[in-house]
């Protein structure tokens, strides 16, 4: 099972409130997001608005606001919140003994034409 789990780290390399990026196949952002609940998530790094970085957004509670056009995106689903309509992949995440993991083919599986907005 470890195998199919791709260990990206220690969770303190994340301050709560913020994210970290990692480059994956083809090029591609994963963004890692820690809330100050202490809650990690991990979404492809691109709003579906127009792609803005979400790792540099504000993440509040379960959500992160885009930096250039302040969309919200919601950290669990990817789906933009409010009347903006749109979704970002979510890449499954979880913590082992401090330790962060990301699932393996999901960061395969996604690519950047994965992008939905409406």
Not at 37 to 62: T, Y
Not at 74 to 86: H, I, M, R, V
């Given at each position: 099972m470890i195998g199919a789990w791709l260990d990206i780290g220690p969770v303190d390399q994340i301050t709560p409130g913020s994210a970290r990026t990692l480059k994956v196949q083809g090029g591609e952002e994963i963004a890692v997001?820690?809330?100050?609940?202490?809650?990690?998530?991990a979404l492809v790094n691109a709003c579906p608005h127009k792609r803005g970085p979400l790792s540099q957004g504000i993440v509040h509670g379960g959500v992160v606001t885009c930096p250039l056009h302040n969309w919200n995106?919601?950290?669990t689903?990817?789906?933009a919140l409010g009347d903006d309509k749109g979704c970002v992949p979510v890449?499954?995440?979880r913590v082992d003994a401090g330790r962060i993991y990301l699932l393996r083919s999901a960061l395969v599986a996604h690519s950047a034409t994965d992008l939905r907005a409406a």
């Amino acid at each position: 099972m470890i195998g199919a789990w791709l260990d990206i780290g220690p969770v303190d390399q994340i301050t709560p409130g913020s994210a970290r990026t990692l480059k994956v196949q083809g090029g591609e952002e994963i963004a890692v997001f820690r809330t100050e609940g202490n809650q990690f998530h991990a979404l492809v790094n691109a709003c579906p608005h127009k792609r803005g970085p979400l790792s540099q957004g504000i993440v509040h509670g379960g959500v992160v606001t885009c930096p250039l056009h302040n969309w919200n995106i919601s950290l669990t689903s990817g789906e933009a919140l409010g009347d903006d309509k749109g979704c970002v992949p979510v890449i499954p995440l979880r913590v082992d003994a401090g330790r962060i993991y990301l699932l393996r083919s999901a960061l395969v599986a996604h690519s950047a034409t994965d992008l939905r907005a409406a």
